[in-house]
């Protein structure tokens, strides 16, 4: 029924190298590489910089306060709650400065907790993801395989005058 080429998972997984595996996110490409690429004698324990931190990076080393991040959305969230609860209450939007700070903390801390709870959930399912792959290399010749160029995928032609 199919071709049984002999090859083995092991081989499939000789042909690529943890940087092909740019579908995943950095912290899923890392375990991925610990687990699968360790007969590359490569340290993937540095601590260096993926491209997001680089650009988050300030002249003086202070790292950029991005409003997308689950932190600072959540202090803002936090404060501007309290003075729409301070506006309900028909007084003065920025009083009760005790309720501003313990509103901003606990969602900054609740939204911490959550991306986190989110990014591990991500993790863990794009390492599903390449179990399948790597289980199934057959039904993904992308990404076992060098990619096609169009010079192999033409047919060559030269025009008739």
Do not use: C
């Not at 997001?52 to 002249?59: G, L, P, Y």
């Not at 309900?88 to 400065?97: D, G, H, V, Y």
């Not at 991306?115 to 390449?130: G, S």
């Amino acid at each position: 029924m199919g071709e049984d080429t002999g090859e083995t998972n092991q081989s499939y997984l000789e042909k690529i190298t943890p940087k092909d595996l740019v579908m995943f996110s950095s912290s899923a490409r890392k375990i991925i590489a610990k687990n699968d690429f360790s007969y590359l004698d490569v340290d993937y324990d540095l601590q260096l910089p993926d491209q997001k931190q680089q650009d988050s990076i300030r002249v003086w080393g202070l790292p950029q306060a991005r409003l997308q991040d689950p932190v600072p959305l959540g202090v803002l969230l936090g404060f501007s709650g309290a003075s729409i609860f301070n506006f309900f209450r028909r007084r003065p939007a920025l009083t009760s400065i005790h309720l501003h700070l313990l509103s901003s903390l606990a969602i900054a801390g609740i939204a911490k907790l959550g991306y986190a709870k989110f990014e591990d959930y991500r993790t863990q399912r794009e390492l599903v993801i390449w179990d399948y792959v790597k289980k199934h290399p057959k039904d993904f010749p992308e990404v076992f395989n060098p990619p096609k160029k169009y010079k192999d995928l033409l047919l060559s032609w030269r025009p008739v005058r």
